[in-house]
């Protein structure tokens, strides 16, 4: 079971990424899928949630209007469309997955699997 995270990088302020993370092993429409992020010094956040149902989703306040998650089925894969980004959003991201949670949890507790990360870097 493995997840793999990329899309991280260095842009500017207002500028947009788009995440991608890739699950192997198991089946990411069988659960929830959440992106979180943990910035130097503080405790990782929810980013965005997505439950085993596409239509429910949960986005961190801080992100709404901005972030979008979305997951391709076919492909078994998970991204985060980042847009209008601010230097507030400087962190890195982690992928997380789980099968036994069906809701967009944004507990990071709740989730099983994590990909290893990919770092973004919003310059002002």
């Known amino acids: 079971v493995q997840l793999q995270a990329s899309g991280g990088g260095l842009v500017q302020s207002g500028g947009s990424l788009r995440l991608s993370c890739a699950a192997s092993?198991?089946?990411?429409?069988?659960?929830?899928i959440g992106w979180f992020r943990q910035a130097p010094g503080k405790e990782r956040e929810g980013v965005s949630c997505?439950?085993?149902?596409?239509?429910?989703?949960y986005y961190a306040d801080s992100v709404k209007g901005r972030f979008t998650i979305s997951r391709d089925n076919t492909k078994n894969m998970v991204y985060l469309q980042m847009n209008n980004l601010t230097p507030e959003d400087t962190a890195v991201y982690y992928c997380?997955?789980?099968?036994?949670?069906?809701?967009?949890?944004?507990?990071?507790?709740?989730?099983?699997?994590w990909g290893q990360g990919t770092q973004v870097t919003v310059s002002s």
């Open positions: 092993g198991f089946t990411l429409r069988d659960g929830a």
């Open positions: 997380g997955a789980t099968q036994k949670v069906w809701s967009a949890t944004s507990y990071a507790e709740s989730y099983d699997y």
């Open positions: 997505m439950a085993k149902y596409r239509s429910i989703t």
